[in-house]
């Protein structure tokens, strides 16, 4: 079944991220997150990392970072870019990724509390019968 085979790689992803990439953010929106898998479905992940490397250089180091059994769109924005798309109220990042979308993970400051670890929040994806809009 498409949904399980989905999770799988999501979990797979999400911790391949976590400890190789070392972001500050990972988000999951798409067809898993709302309940809509089809036989063609992908993964979606918007991840906010501090980095020099261009847009597509950014998606690039990531996909072959993770090397996904499945097909994963991954969007990759510096802090500052994800803020100014926030602030901006940009449809997608606004609608899909936050609106709809799910937190998977976020990295505790360091500047703030040294001694912090990244820790994954509770629920990474929803159950299928969780899958339901935010």
Same mark, same amino acid.
């Given at each position: ?9 999501a979990?797979e ?6 400890? *190789?990439?070392?972001?500050?953010? =990972? ?9 809509? =898998? *089809?036989?063609?479905?992908d ?5 906010i ?34 803020a100014?798309?926030?602030?901006? *109220?940009? $449809? ?21 509390f $040294? ?12 159950? $299928? ?6």
């Open positions: 079944d498409r949904e399980i085979i989905l999770n799988k790689a979990e992803i999400l911790g391949t991220l976590i400890t *190789q990439y070392q972001p500050e953010k =990972v988000f999951l929106f798409g067809s898993l997150v709302t309940g809509d =898998v *089809q036989e063609w479905s993964l979606d992940f918007a991840i990392k501090d980095t020099s490397l261009s847009f597509l250089e950014r998606s690039e180091q990531v996909a072959l970072l993770c090397m996904a059994p499945v097909g994963v769109d991954y969007l990759v924005y510096t802090p500052a870019e994800w100014e798309m926030v602030a901006n *109220q940009n $449809p997608f990042i606004v609608e899909e990724v936050l609106g709809k979308g799910k937190l998977l993970y976020e990295r505790e400051s360091r500047a703030i $040294p001694k912090a670890r990244a820790r994954p929040c509770a629920t990474p994806y929803p159950t $299928p019968s969780a899958a339901t809009p935010l």
